[in-house]
């Protein structure tokens, strides 16, 4: 029977501690992708340059109060109390260590009476106290202790039944019972603490335990899938309608800021100096805007108010002197965009094609920090360049080579960030896009259909020729075959070919890596056939290899009928205005019975004719080729007169 023991001083609670720490502690503590993605290249133009500056040092913080984050700071606790408990472990003396002769002796198991005996000898000699020279650190009764416990191991080992004892089972007695050590120090289970420790079993299992989980699932129960508040989602599904447009998105977007922001005071009169600034350089609109969002609250008017103001003074490039309004404002546009994907998942769960491409289309001019509906914005993206100054580049040049090349005319000082800005420009360049069903060459009715998509990035500006794709097709149809075979939805392609880079966002609070997304659609219905998909990772073009480039596949069914559809796919950057890809595609579904005649007609022309060239060719080669009419008819005739035959000579043998 075993005999379980608690642990008197503590030491195998601080082991299993130390375990515990260990494996929850190496984890997390090893870099993760995100930690990756830092190396990341991005635009080199000196408006970045120095945006990326700052954001590291707000990131890191000052030396005497640096930022952390809950990771870092978790992990920083983690491991300083790891080190606290090894180092009491280290330092603490063991008190019920087994006893054994062989260790005090400094001797091996197995070892002969002679041995030991000359082997005390030679201890006695330096540890008795006639012999030892007293130390500085020690005493004679320490001396004197070492002697005795030398003597006591001596006396254990020279008898036989003892030694024997100690070898085999570790213990003078012989074989004892086996003794289980529970982890938990004893003042634990002792009575005069029971009140301490059941407390402490009370507050934790009877009241943290349970307000945590009713946090957990009433706080689930206020958000929704996409970590926004259910009233939040609620606005967006009433105030949107079918032909919801680009200013429409962006009032529900303000009104949701109502449950989304907390209620802020402080810096009112910069708010009002904001307000102002923002009212004369959009006049009526600011005033329809600020009427929509008002509500009977006054509260919930204040902090949809002030939202807006920050939003928009953002917009229109309007800097905010107070640090303590700056950081207010970064925090609303970090949580900007996932209050976009959820109206972007309440338009797209009705198929509503406008405001779904409303929604998309913001989030570019949120990120470059430009009033939306403005078709000359995309000139205000370059660096340097003001919002006035672009509508007069608009009236001259068509696309950024004819503006470099017109800056370059006026020797433009502005014209070497402008350079190293389109150089990595996010411009899609759409290699090809087409329907494929696996292993059929067309689409019949209710078939799983992929949406093939291959892209590439190509600068708009580059001194060097973007080579073509190859147009080796065996090569093309097995690397797409082998795609479509997979389970994955986006193509691997090498480390190097896939990592991107950080787009020119110099006014945007963060890093931000380019997307797009994919938005099949039939515009003359205006609805949305297939759920967008998020296109990220494109590789730019690379002139010594053609093959560059990255392919997504978007899964949807047939239609159950026969028809030829018109639709249109949409690539919309959320990154970039006026950075947009659309082609006409046309998914024509086809009579299952096409397939079955077309692989009848090539079952009927597989095999050559004996008598032709090619089918001679082919008995050479010990191939199958089709035989004659009029020799199959012969043979068939002579087996008939075989069979006859054969059947007079069986009824003349019964005769």
């Not at 608690?6 to 494996?23: I, K, R, V």
């Not at 967006?236 to 800021?257: H, M, N, P, Q, R």
């Not at 097709?473 to 479509?484: H, I, K, S, T, W």
């Not at 089709?626 to 012969?634: A, M, P, T, W």
């Amino acid at each position: 029977m075993a005999n379980y023991n608690y642990d008197e001083a503590g030491n195998m609670a601080a082991y299993f501690l130390l375990t515990f720490l260990l494996l929850v502690l190496v984890p997390f503590s090893l870099p993760s992708s995100s930690s990756k993605q830092q190396s990341l290249s991005g635009c080199d133009c000196q408006e970045c340059v120095q945006h990326r500056s700052k954001m590291r040092k707000l990131e890191r913080g000052s030396l005497l109060m640096p930022k952390l984050s809950k990771r870092s700071l978790s992990l920083l606790v983690g491991w300083s109390l790891f080190a606290f408990v090894a180092f009491k472990v280290a330092t603490t003396e063991v008190h019920n260590k087994v006893y054994d002769p062989f260790e005090i002796l400094g001797l091996k198991t197995g070892v002969s009476v002679k041995e030991i005996k000359s082997h005390y000898k030679k201890l006695s000699r330096v540890f008795h106290p006639d012999k030892v020279k007293l130390t500085a650190n020690q005493t004679m009764d320490m001396v004197e202790a070492k002697f005795v416990e030398i003597t006591k191991a001596y006396k254990a080992l020279t008898d036989e039944t003892i030694r024997r004892n100690f070898e085999l089972y570790g213990h003078p007695d012989g074989r004892q019972e086996v003794s289980m050590g529970i982890a938990l120090p004893k003042w634990i289970v002792e009575g005069k603490n029971n009140i301490w420790v059941l407390g402490f079993y009370g507050i934790i299992f009877g009241a943290a335990l349970p307000g945590l989980v009713g946090r957990w699932w009433f706080g689930n129960r206020q958000k929704t899938k996409d970590g926004v508040n259910a009233r939040s989602a609620a606005t967006f599904f009433k105030s949107l309608s079918e032909e919801s447009d680009i200013a429409e998105v962006l009032t529900s977007l303000g009104k949701s800021y109502e449950w989304e922001r907390p209620v802020v005071s402080g810096q009112d009169n910069e708010v009002r100096e904001l307000e102002q600034l923002i009212k004369e350089q959009l006049g009526d609109k600011w005033t329809s805007f600020v009427k929509v969002i008002q509500t009977t609250s006054d509260t919930q008017s204040e902090i949809r108010h002030r939202s807006l103001v920050l939003l928009f003074s953002h917009l229109l490039r309007l800097p905010v002197a107070s640090s303590t309004l700056a950081k207010e404002q970064s925090e609303l546009l970090l949580q900007t965009p996932v209050l976009l994907n959820s109206l972007l998942n309440v338009s797209t769960s009705r198929n509503w094609l406008t405001p779904t491409l409303g929604a998309m289309r913001l989030h570019a001019y949120i990120t470059q920090a430009l009033y939306p509906g403005q078709t000359t914005s995309k000139f205000a993206q370059l660096p340097g360049i003001k919002q006035s100054e672009a509508e007069e580049f608009a009236k001259e040049s068509d696309g950024y080579e004819d503006l470099t090349i017109s800056l370059e005319e006026k020797h433009d000082g502005r014209l070497s960030d402008i350079k190293k800005a389109i150089t990595r420009w996010g411009k899609l360049d759409l290699v090809d896009a087409s329907f494929k069903v696996i292993g059929d060459r067309l689409v019949t009715p209710s078939s799983f259909v992929y949406l093939l998509i291959k892209a590439r990035l190509v600068p708009p500006v580059s001194s060097n020729p973007v080579a073509k794709v190859s147009e080796d097709a065996a090569n093309n149809e097995q690397r797409e075959n082998e795609f479509l075979n997979s389970r994955k939805e986006v193509e691997e392609l090498a480390d190097e070919q896939g990592s991107g880079s950080w787009v020119h966002a110099p006014y945007w609070p963060s890093s931000r890596k380019p997307t797009w997304w994919a938005v099949l659609a039939d515009p003359k219905t205006n609805r949305i056939v297939v759920p967008p998909m998020k296109i990220a990772d494109v590789p730019y073009a690379d002139s010594e290899h053609p093959d560059t480039y990255r392919s997504y596949k978007l899964q949807f069914q047939a239609p159950p009928q026969i028809q030829v559809l018109p639709w249109k796919l949409y690539l919309i950057s959320d990154s970039f205005i006026g950075e947009e890809v659309t082609t006409d595609l046309v998914l024509k579904i086809e009579d299952p019975s096409v397939l079955d005649l077309d692989q009848t007609l090539e079952d009927e022309i597989s095999d050559p004719e004996e008598d032709s060239l090619a089918g001679q060719m082919a008995m050479m080669r010990g191939g199958s080729v089709k035989r004659r009419q009029d020799e199959e008819s012969d043979d068939e005739s002579t087996t008939d007169d075989d069979q006859s035959e054969h059947g007079d000579d069986s009824s003349s043998d019964s005769d």
